[in-house]
């Protein structure tokens, strides 16, 4: 794995009663920071541009949604839900994975591909295909994969998980399966280098990561402890930056015997070799609730929410420049009069964050909104009221100037379908 020479060395900016400790690459835990160094958003630099990325082709001044929304074509009596988005095809394509259940005991996972990208109809997406039937499906994160496949990491009923590395987009069925165990709940799956991929598997009070590599994997212990099932990740050059909640007593990677609840969230860098480098850890007063993670030219944006026990927190978020050997952040997103619900989702544009995220001031209707973060600021929002439920689902376009949002629409439940928007971004307002 290719090693940084510099290190995490000081503690850039906090907020919202959050503390960060920096740890000095491939070492333990550090001492704490001062935490008392905010007001620092939107100070630092602009995280610069290129990289594998292309860099952006200008700045995203507002967005403009594409009416009308577009749907997954739907099965009368049928409940579609948790839909989830991921790049197919030679990447002008999008394929929506999503849930549906048909009648008691009845529940599969079904996809859909389209192209977003292409002048906008708002017509439904068709043909539905059947990757997989189970009656107590539960949890199927999605990836990029090669040969314009996408991957995926489903748990059948009994805790049995496993992971299908070329999923074809338009065809039935999962193609070859790869178990990772008997007894777990699939968080997240990644792409990687040529033929890798990173999934993460909960199981019990422990947290692994499954480096798969073809119809091969190996496994890595991230954390142990009460509460150690939030965790996502995003590739990096030849490996993967991944962001967990980790007991506050834990080590830096690895188990602990603390039964704490899991309120520090931590950063790794894990190369495709197995290796593990602990880069950052942000100590808070609350557990966290979820964490998403987009990749960024120089290193990958980390986005969370912790949860209340009665008081709003803020989502909060911060760049890990693994260029620059840095962290810049956290910062808060979300305002103090905001209400932010379950579920969001991240992407990147270029070297932007985008956040995908529900808003719920007024208690009815939630509103559904998309936030780009540019030069590690908040530089516009655009807030729709779709009707929507559940979790969402954000993906970038190839030339980083559009999103696409996927959600559960539609009330009765018994009618719920997914819908679609696209963001488009535009500049020199």
């Known amino acids: 794995m290719r090693e940084l020479a510099c290190l995490f060395a000081v503690l850039l900016a906090t907020g919202c009663g959050s503390r960060s400790r920096l740890l000095e690459l491939g070492g333990t835990a550090g001492m704490s920071g001062s935490g008392g160094l905010g007001g620092?958003?939107?100070?630092?630099?602009?995280?610069?541009?290129?990289?594998?990325?292309?860099?952006?082709?200008?700045?995203?001044?507002?967005?403009?949604?594409?009416?009308?929304?577009?749907?997954?074509?739907?099965?009368?009596?049928?409940e579609d839900t948790e839909p989830a988005l991921v790049a197919t095809g030679d990447g002008s394509d999008v394929t929506v994975v999503f849930e549906r259940a048909e009648a008691i005991g009845q529940h599969s996972i079904r996809h859909a591909t389209f192209s977003p990208w292409q002048?906008?109809?708002?017509?439904?997406?068709?043909?539905?295909?059947?990757?997989?039937?189970?009656?107590?499906?539960?949890?199927y994160p999605v990836a990029k994969s090669d040969n314009g496949r996408f991957a995926m990491a489903p748990r059948l009923g009994g805790g049995l998980v496993l992971f299908a590395p070329e999923v074809d987009p338009n065809a039935d069925g999962l193609g070859e399966v790869l178990p990772l165990g008997n007894d777990g709940v699939p968080l997240f799956a990644a792409e990687g280098p040529p033929g890798f991929h990173l999934v993460g598997v909960s199981s019990?009070?422990?947290?692994?990561?499954?480096?798969?590599?073809?119809?091969?994997?190996?496994?890595?212990?991230?954390?142990?402890?009460?509460?150690?099932?939030?965790?996502d990740a995003a590739p990096y050059q030849d490996g993967w930056l991944v962001?967990?909640?980790?007991?506050?007593?834990?080590?830096?990677?690895?188990?602990?015997?603390?039964?704490?609840?899991?309120?520090?969230?931590?950063?790794?860098?894990?190369?495709?070799?197995?290796?593990?480098?602990?880069?950052?850890?942000?100590?808070?007063?609350?557990?966290?609730?979820?964490?998403?993670?987009?990749?960024?030219?120089?290193?990958?944006?980390?986005?969370?929410?912790?949860?209340?026990?009665?008081?709003?927190?803020?989502?909060?978020?911060?760049?890990?420049?693994?260029?620059?050997?840095?962290?810049?952040?956290?910062?808060?997103?979300s305002a103090p009069t905001d209400v932010p619900m379950d579920g969001l989702d991240t992407a990147a544009l270029g070297d932007r964050l985008v956040v995908a995220w529900g808003n719920d001031p007024a208690n009815n209707p939630p509103d559904l909104t998309v936030s780009v973060i540019e030069n590690d600021a908040l530089k516009t929002q655009a807030v729709i009221e779709p009707g929507f439920f559940g979790h969402l689902s954000v993906i970038g376009s190839p030339d980083e100037r559009s999103v696409l949002v996927a959600w559960r629409d539609g009330e009765p439940i018994s009618q719920s379908h997914?819908?679609?928007?696209?963001?488009?971004?535009?500049?020199?307002?």
């Open 119 to 139: 002048p906008w109809t708002g017509n439904a997406i068709a043909p539905v295909r059947l990757a997989l039937s189970d009656p107590a499906l539960y949890k």
């Open 204 to 231: 019990g009070m422990m947290l692994s990561a499954h480096i798969v590599n073809g119809m091969s994997a190996s496994q890595q212990v991230l954390a142990c402890g009460l509460g150690v099932n939030v965790a």
């Open 243 to 333: 962001a967990f909640a980790n007991e506050p007593t834990a080590p830096p990677v690895g188990c602990s015997a603390a039964a704490n609840g899991a309120t520090r969230l931590d950063v790794v860098r894990v190369g495709a070799d197995g290796a593990i480098t602990p880069l950052t850890s942000v100590e808070g007063d609350t557990p966290i609730a979820e964490v998403s993670v987009a990749p960024h030219p120089k290193g990958a944006w980390v986005t969370w929410r912790t949860a209340s026990g009665g008081v709003v927190e803020p989502i909060q978020y911060l760049r890990a420049d693994l260029e620059a050997g840095k962290i810049e952040g956290p910062w808060s997103l």
């Open 40 to 78: 620092t958003a939107g100070t630092s630099g602009s995280g610069g541009v290129g990289g594998g990325f292309g860099g952006n082709p200008s700045s995203c001044d507002e967005l403009l949604v594409q009416t009308p929304f577009a749907s997954v074509e739907h099965a009368p009596g049928s």
């Open 418 to 429: 997914i819908g679609l928007a696209r963001f488009d971004c535009l500049t020199g307002l």
